[in-house]
């Protein structure tokens, strides 16, 4: 079956200035996930999605940070406006409902200057 | 914080010793996974074991877990170069969502 594909692979912005990062989960999984990874540390959930339906953003910063999940398949996470600390990788994963592990897009590397 | 301790933080062995990675985690599974993450790249889901299992499998990986120690750890036999990158565990704490909290790694290098 094919991955979990991600774009843009990199992207290099100005604090202040909005992105918008795009995943396509493996076809038939419900849930969709966005992680954040700072570089050293282990991904942090950021949002969940269970078909087009947010099922836990509780650590979302929603002051610039949003997502969503049209039609339940393709989701787009957006910062707007980046701050320096935004510096991280991206990380969608989608998750069968059958089984319990997640499979990880490559991810999207920001970098804020 | 659920996020969970791995031990060591970084490992450095020679081609075909083993690596054991270990990790803590602070209250009650429903299931705890190993991932891996080669430098740059996604991570890449290795074995799940559930809270009432005690041992599993998977080709020249062996995961236990103690539930009673809220501990588990990952060994890699007769390691190869091919294995160097960073180990995740991750716990779900159940419920119906799902959800993974990860920990922050051991960085694994094999020298050939």
């Known amino acids: 079956e094919a991955g979990v594909a991600q774009s843009p692979r990199y992207k290099i912005i100005e604090k202040r200035q909005s992105v918008a990062f795009w995943c396509n989960p493996i076809s038939g999984h419900a849930t969709l996930y966005w992680y954040q990874q700072i570089l050293g540390q282990g991904p942090k959930l950021l949002i969940q999605f269970q078909n087009n339906g947010v099922v836990d953003d509780s650590q979302l910063p929603k002051d610039r940070f949003s997502a969503e999940r049209l039609k339940g398949v393709d989701s787009t996470l957006k910062i707007q406006p980046a701050k320096l600390e935004d510096s991280a990788v991206y990380l969608c994963?989608?998750?069968?409902?059958?089984?319990?592990?997640?499979?990880f897009g490559s991810g999207t590397r920001l970098t804020v200057v | 914080s659920q996020q969970g301790e791995e031990d060591p933080q970084a490992l450095s062995i020679q081609e075909g010793e083993n690596a054991t990675m270990n990790c803590s985690y602070k209250t009650s599974i429903n299931n705890l996974q190993w991932y891996r993450q080669n430098s740059g790249r996604g991570l890449v889901h290795l074995i799940l074991i559930r809270s009432n299992e005690r041992e599993k499998h998977s080709g020249r990986l062996r995961v236990t877990l103690d539930t009673s120690k809220k501990s588990s750890s990952l060994l890699i036999t007769a390691s190869r170069a091919a294995d160097t990158a960073s180990y995740f565990c991750?716990?779900?704490?159940?419920?119906?969502?799902?959800?993974?909290?990860f920990g922050k790694g051991t960085k694994l290098s094999v020298k050939p």
């Open positions: 991750a716990m779900n704490y159940g419920g119906s969502q799902g959800n993974l909290i």
């Open positions: 994963a989608s998750r069968n409902q059958a089984n319990y592990g997640y499979t």
